[in-house]
């Protein structure tokens, strides 16, 4: 069983925005982290943003200034809100915890397409 669901992806325009939701109330630990990764096809998943335990963000230089993590701790939810999109952040999006990492444990994904 994965511990974390994704959703929001959709089709937008370049210049757009999405904003993904990783709901993580399945997950048994303490809230220990999350990390937002894509992945397109034939390339390795790779790591978009992550928040920390105690709250700190970090995230990949390429999507810097455009993507914001935040978290609704009430309902256990983490949230990439994603502006102005480009085509090359086109890919299949997936959050994961430390553990679910760890363990090669990935859900479904949801679909982000960047076109006009």
């Known amino acids: 069983q994965v511990p974390v669901v994704e959703s929001g992806g959709g089709l937008v325009q370049p210049g757009g925005s999405l904003r993904l939701s990783c709901d993580t109330s399945?997950?048994?630990?303490?809230?220990?982290?999350l990390g937002w990764y894509r992945q397109t096809p034939g390339n390795q998943r790779e790591f978009v943003a992550g928040?920390?335990?105690?709250?700190?963000?970090n995230y990949a230089d390429s999507v810097k200034g455009r993507f914001t993590l935040s978290r609704d701790m009430a309902n256990n939810i983490v949230y990439l809100q994603m502006n102005n999109l480009k085509a090359e952040d086109s890919a299949v999006y997936y959050c994961?915890?430390?553990?679910?990492?760890?363990?090669?444990?990935w859900g479904q994904g949801t679909q982000v397409t960047v076109s006009s």
């Open positions: 928040i920390s335990g105690d709250g700190n963000n």
């Open positions: 399945g997950n048994t630990f303490k809230f220990n982290g």
């Open positions: 994961n915890t430390p553990q679910g990492y760890l363990l090669g444990s």
